[in-house]
């Protein structure tokens, strides 16, 4: 087994939890950013992808630092909410100033870039828990339009239904 010291620069609350969308039977959601020892590498380690852990209660997706970035400026919205979420693990109370340093830098060069992912969570949803089916459709303009085509009855049971105000 290779060499493995992982030191967590930050932990943050996403999902339900940071949106303040959350139940009584929501379950925890957490990003947890961390940087390996230098000798990880070096012995050959990869560290491109996320560890998913999970708990009874609780989720936590666990990322490397240089995945975090690469995925920051390729602008996928999770590692967005990920490094911006407003709510810090408490029990990680040992925080790095490089995680502040990070939302200083994420803040004031947010892209355009960040659109496709949040189009894509929001066509999910509305597949997903709605039904909906929406298709591209290219106007005349040459831009490209994303068009509910056809609405069905949502797929909530009735005790889901008082968190979505429908």
Known sequence: MKFKKKTILFRTIVGSHMWAQHHSQSDKD????????????????????????????WEKDSCEIGHVIKQLLKGNVNFLWGVMSPKFDLVCTNIDPTFFNLRGIVATNL???????????????????????????????????????????????????????I
């Open 30 to 57: 957490m990003f947890e950013c961390h940087i390996f020892d230098t000798r990880s590498f070096m012995l050959g380690d990869r560290h491109d992808g996320c560890e998913k852990t999970k708990g009874d209660n």
């Open 111 to 165: 892209s355009k870039a960040t659109v496709h992912s949040i189009r894509g969570f929001a066509i999910h949803n509305l597949r997903h828990w709605f039904g909906t089916k929406v298709e591209k459709k290219l106007c005349m303009c040459g831009n490209t339009l994303y068009v509910i085509t056809n609405n069905k009855i949502p797929r909530l049971e009735p005790k889901d239904k008082k968190y979505w105000k």
